[in-house]
């Protein structure tokens, strides 16, 4: 059988690279195609010399030109840490609208499948606990964080009209809050903050009193639910997360207590529409795709921690 080609937008990002290794693992080649504006080629840099792995530094906002046969694109590209969407706030709506389309555009041509990364975020400040993938949301589309969460929607809106009027095999993935290895010391998101804050003796920095909720996941499920919804012959979007929902604060003090810190929390503002609670709905996942999370919030943070303390 010939091997599989996959197109992997975004593959030098956190969750984009630990897709690239898998899918090597698994036999695919994978064409890895990123500008590096919050991604970086050390994420990439045990797979540049496979034979299997071809990294392509480009802008998907712009047009794409792949030569050859393609038979799966992923769609990855996107600034995904708040502090990363709130300081390239066009350039993420860009890469949602003009980036998903130039990628949907390469499926069409090579009559490949697609799947989209789309996000929690696509739920607002949701107004039920916990989202299903019914819901609809709660966004403010003018808000500063609207640009993240209404370029996911659009992008969500063309994938399904390319799958209605063109007939592509589409997915979408809805990420809920991921964490693990390779996220970026300053990526600026709560776990490395933490991790890193504690790991420096500096004080932890929450935002707002802490009783906001986010239901964190381990990459290695996050991946794990990613292939069998890539595999599958769901069109609808999937959310892939875990239920383990947990307030802000606690999740400063569990990190604390794993590190033995004696650093002391401190409170900043709660940035504007921060979601203040959070937590995926998965019986989707689970009865379609057979798939649930298997790390615990202890498990994965032990290995995090490992993985910023040898950085
Ligand atoms: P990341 O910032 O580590 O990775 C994003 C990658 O996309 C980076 O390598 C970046 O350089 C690249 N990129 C951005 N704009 C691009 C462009 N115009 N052209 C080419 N490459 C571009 O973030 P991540 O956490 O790995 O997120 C990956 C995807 O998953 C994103 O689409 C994000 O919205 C989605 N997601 C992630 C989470 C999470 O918790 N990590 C949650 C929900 C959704
Ligand atoms: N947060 C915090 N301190 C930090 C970074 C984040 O209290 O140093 C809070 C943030 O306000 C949010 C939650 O932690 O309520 C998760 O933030 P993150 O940036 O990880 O992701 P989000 O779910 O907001 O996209």
Redesign the pocket.
């Known amino acids: 059988m010939k091997k599989k080609l996959i197109l992997i937008t975004g593959g030098a990002g956190f969750i984009g690279s630990h897709l690239s290794s898998f899918l090597i693992k698994k036999g695919y080649f994978v064409i890895c195609m990123d500008n590096l504006i919050t991604g970086s080629k050390n994420n990439i840099k045990h797979l540049l010399k496979h034979k299997n792995f071809r990294f392509v530094k480009h802008d998907v906002s712009k047009y794409i030109n792949i030569k050859g046969k393609i038979d799966y694109v992923l769609h990855f590209a996107s600034p995904a840490?708040?502090?990363d969407y709130l300081k390239y706030p066009i350039k993420t709506l860009k890469v949602g609208s003009l980036g998903t389309h130039n990628a949907l555009g390469v499926a069409k041509r090579k009559s490949a499948k697609f799947l989209l990364a789309s996000t929690?975020?696509v739920y607002g400040d949701p107004l039920v606990n916990p989202q299903s993938e019914k819901y609809w949301g709660n966004v403010n589309p003018i808000g500063v964080r609207g640009c993240y969460d209404e370029s996911k929607r659009f992008a969500e809106a063309i994938t399904m009209a390319y799958h209605r009027t063109h007939k592509i095999n589409t997915k979408i993935v809805r990420i809920f809050?991921t964490y693990g290895e390779r996220m970026r010391k300053e990526d600026?998101?709560?776990?490395p903050?933490?991790i890193n804050?504690v790991l420096e003796n500096k004080p932890?920095?929450?935002?707002?009193s802490?009783t906001?909720t986010?239901s964190f996941c381990y990459i290695r499920d996050m991946i794990n639910g990613i292939y069998k919804l890539m595999s599958s012959d769901l069109n609808q979007p999937v959310n892939i997360g875990n239920q383990n929902e947990t307030s802000?604060l606690k999740?400063?003090n569990i990190i604390i207590k794993l590190t033995e810190s004696k650093s002391k929390i401190v409170y900043?503002p709660?940035?504007i529409d921060?979601?203040k609670v959070?937590k995926p709905d998965i019986r989707l996942a689970k009865s379609r795709l057979k798939w649930r999370p298997k790390v615990s919030l202890k498990q994965g943070l032990v290995e995090t921690i490992e993985y910023f303390k040898k950085l």
């Open positions: 840490s708040p502090v929690s975020e809050n600026g998101r709560a776990i903050n933490f804050q932890i920095t929450v935002y707002g802490g906001q986010r802000i999740l400063a900043k709660l940035p921060d979601p959070r």
